[in-house]
């Protein structure tokens, strides 16, 4: 192979064999793949950060619904047990009337211990229409006290307000109720689900949530525009009567019961 070197135009040029190359473009190309390999090693180290923060990320998400569903689990125990108390009541009041043989008096006692235990259920449970129930309870009762019911019928009224109860626990819908929110009394829209979750939007788009803390519940407005959109998404799908599915929602009882 004949090699000629000459100089031209004040680069070196080496003929080889009828073909000739350039040492300075030879070594730009070089140096500009050198420089592309150093970008994409630090665009794939950028890479592999994003990637092990999203981990992180990850696994501190799945620890958080973690807590929430060991939450809800206790919680889902004790509606468990609620019911149960109240079917067990439904049956003892049932019980308690057929045994009544003696006269109405005799299960006029009976009736207002049950109307009695019904009311502290309802003050202390779910904050559902609360007044709405406790106005028929004393209802009830200043109709059986004025003699105006007969005892009788009033336990079968007091059966069917149980059965309402234990139906409430199982029901998912959209109703108006008024709240608290704020120390101010609102007429606002909320969504039940069972006797876990209770959200609200009232008619100036203000969303939230009923929340359990120190074994007492009271509601609260949600800010994050990400919780309200999935409260929103929510309602919308009651209203079009869509009651299965997958849906976000804030957690109640993160806040601590």
């Not at 140096?31 to 090693?41: H, P």
């Not at 990850?58 to 509606?79: G, I, P, Y």
């Not at 019904?118 to 129930?133: A, M, N």
């Not at 003699?147 to 409430?168: G, Q, S, T, V």
């Amino acid at each position: 192979m004949n090699v000629v070197t000459t100089i031209k135009s004040g680069a070196i040029v080496l003929v080889m064999g009828g073909m000739s190359v350039s040492l300075p473009v030879w070594a730009d190309s070089m140096e500009n793949l050198a420089n592309t390999l150093i970008s994409m090693r630090g665009e794939v180290e950028e890479l592999q950060s994003q990637l092990d923060m999203e981990k992180q990320s990850h696994k501190t998400r799945m620890d958080a619904l973690s807590s929430q569903m060991s939450d809800l689990s206790v919680e889902n125990q004790r509606q468990t047990v609620a019911i149960e108390k109240l079917q067990q009541a439904l049956v003892k009041y049932e019980q308690a009337t057929a045994e009544a043989k003696s006269g109405e008096e005799s299960l006029l006692p009976v009736v207002l211990t049950a109307l009695d235990d019904l009311k502290q259920s309802v003050q202390g449970g779910f904050p559902f229409k609360v007044e709405e129930r406790l106005s028929e309870l004393s209802n009830l009762r200043s109709q059986l006290e004025s003699r105006a019911l007969e005892p009788k019928k009033a336990a079968n009224r007091i059966w069917a307000f149980i059965e309402d109860e234990i139906r409430l626990t199982r029901e998912n819908g959209v109703y108006s109720q008024t709240i608290d929110l704020e120390g101010e009394k609102r007429l606002v829209d909320v969504a039940k689900l069972g006797a876990v979750f209770l959200y609200f939007q009232s008619s100036d788009n203000r969303f939230g949530q009923a929340v359990k803390q120190s074994g007492k519940w009271r509601f609260v407005e949600l800010k994050d525009p990400k919780e309200k959109e999935q409260i929103s998404v929510l309602f919308d799908s009651l209203k079009k009567q869509i009651r299965q599915g997958y849906f976000e929602l804030p957690n109640p009882w993160a806040w601590g019961a």
